[in-house]
């Protein structure tokens, strides 16, 4: 398999604090992709670093990539009670194929 | 939301039945991918699409066929359905133009098989 692992499995952290989670994955990449599932849905893209970036941020997420490590990290700050989710790494060896880590589950305490 | 549609949500069906599983978009995207979800797994492709009538297995292909005769829907059959497919199944779509295009996912078909 070729299968990326998220760690941890999971993180509980209370309301307010910064929830850091990690990725790797064992092929070279194109580009590696970050998505969340709430409980009972799909999954929803959150952000697309690619191979020759090194960090990127969205809102209240940031991305690392580490290409010569082969891991990338999700950085989540000042969560909310709302961004209690299963994230997900994907990677994109190919142009249009990914392929997904297992997941952390992210519990955030009011 | 991406404009994408599976049904039927929950099945319930008996071992050795065929069961087929719809996925439909409004989005006009070229690839349409199978997914499921088990626990300890994670999401691992069944079955992708790249256009109409074109076609491709994924990583857990066995036992699981597809179709798509139109760009809006791609269709996924178990022809003879057995306890192990017991699980989550996801459709996804990814369109445009380059790589890295993201995937949007339907919420999922829970298919219970006993």
């Known amino acids: 398999s070729q299968q990326g692992e998220e760690d941890p499995q999971a993180l509980s952290i209370q309301e307010g604090e910064n929830a850091t989670m990690n990725c790797s994955y064992k092929?070279?990449?194109?580009?590696l992709q970050w998505y969340r599932q709430n409980s009972g849905r799909g999954l929803v893209h959150l952000i697309l670093?690619?191979?020759?970036?090194r960090e990127k941020h969205s809102g209240r997420l940031r991305v690392t990539l580490d290409t010569s490590k082969k891991s990338s990290s999700l950085l989540i700050t000042a969560s909310r009670a709302a961004d209690t989710a299963s994230y997900f790494c994907?990677?994109?060896?190919?142009?249009?194929?990914?392929?997904f880590g297992k997941g952390t589950k992210l519990s955030v305490i009011p | 939301d991406a404009g994408i549609t599976q049904s039927p949500r929950h099945k319930v069906t008996e071992t050795g039945t065929p069961v087929t599983l719809r996925c439909h978009q409004t989005?006009?995207?070229?690839?349409m991918y199978w997914y499921r979800q088990d626990p300890g797994h994670g999401l691992r492709l069944i079955h992708y699409?790249?256009?109409?009538?074109?076609?491709d297995k994924g990583e857990v292909s066995d036992g699981y066929s597809v179709s798509r005769s139109k760009t809006e829907d791609f269709l996924l059959t178990l022809e003879s359905a057995t306890s192990s497919q017991t699980s989550v199944y996801f459709c996804?779509?990814?369109?445009?133009?380059?790589?890295?295009?993201?995937?949007?996912f339907g919420d999922g078909t829970r298919l219970s098989i006993l």
């Open positions: 092929t070279s990449i194109n580009n």
């Open positions: 989005e006009n995207h070229r690839y």
């Open positions: 699409s790249y256009g109409v009538k074109d076609t």
């Open positions: 996804a779509i990814s369109g445009g133009q380059g790589d890295g295009q993201p995937q949007h």
């Open positions: 670093i690619r191979s020759n970036e």
């Open positions: 994907a990677n994109g060896a190919g142009s249009y194929q990914l392929t």
